[in-house]
């Protein structure tokens, strides 16, 4: 269930899905790693591109299943759903490029890193482009001396089976190494009663250049560094960390 709360929670979010089109740009076919529910997998198979969307959670990957299952024909044939560890990964296929979105690669440790680079590189054709979207490292970094933001209230949806409404809210309790971040899904039933459900990840305090020194050693030459989706440059004020490089030559 949490997995449909989550898609629920995030399905009208869009605003990145041209970037990602941008950044695929000429590409045949496509790799998403950590593709959840499918929020950015079919929109990029509704534009024509042949995508393999690859995740290890099995429920994200059933709603992925169930929302792929509605599109239009020609849509369903481009997409296949995989589930596997992205830091361990092998496929028949090579990709023109392949995009990690969603702010996944800051909750990885260095040694998860170094896999999930290594199978980009061996996945990509030559020239290839890999991309990926996560908090900016300095802004993160600046929750280090609290120990617990306040509760923040982001959205009031549908729960995709009872009909009642969904509150849902997140709130940030800060390691020594990184950020956690809760999302609380509360289900408001009839009766008053509330059934809630609570989701977490973790974002480590990792600098910028570390990302960028890890690219490199992987064969990954680092083409841009945005802030945003509109092709913004980074900066330490910027909202997102985006990365895209191209696959060296051997």
């Known amino acids: 269930m949490l997995a449909k709360l989550y898609h629920a929670h995030h399905a009208h979010y869009q605003e990145d899905i041209p970037f990602w089109e941008q950044i695929i740009n000429g590409a045949e076919t496509v790799l ?16 024509g591109y042949l995508v393999w969307g690859l995740d290890w959670d099995e ?40 995009i990690l979105p969603c ?41 280090k001396d609290q120990t617990e933001t306040e509760p923040t209230e982001e959205a009031v949806f ?20 990184g950020v956690v971040w809760k999302w609380h899904y509360d289900h ?3 009766d008053g009663k509330v059934e809630r459900l609570t989701m977490s990840t ?26 945003d989706f509109e092709n913004a440059p980074y900066t330490p004020e910027s909202l997102y960390l985006i990365l895209v490089a191209q696959k060296e030559m051997n």
């Open 188 to 190: 408001l039933l009839p």
């Open 103 to 143: 702010n996944t690669f800051s909750g990885l440790i260095p040694k998860e890193r170094k896999s999930v680079l290594e199978g980009v590189t061996a996945h990509l054709l030559p020239r290839g482009v890999f991309a990926i979207s996560l908090p900016n490292p300095t802004l993160l970094a600046r929750f």
């Open 202 to 227: 973790k974002h480590y305090y990792t600098p910028a250049g570390v990302y960028t020194r890890e690219f490199q050693e992987a064969g990954l030459r680092v083409l841009a560094r945005y802030g």
């Open 59 to 98: 429920s994200a990957l059933g709603v992925a299943r169930a929302n792929l299952a509605v599109e239009p024909a020609p849509t369903r044939e481009r997409v296949s759903f995989i589930r596997a560890d992205m830091t361990n990964f092998s496929l028949d296929v090579r990709f023109g490029a392949a």
């Open 158 to 177: 549908t729960h995709p089976q009872t009909g009642n409404p969904v509150q849902a809210s997140s709130i940030q309790e800060c390691t020594g190494d």
């Open 32 to 47: 998403e790693l950590g593709c959840g529910t499918g929020r950015v997998s079919i929109p990029l198979a509704r534009a």
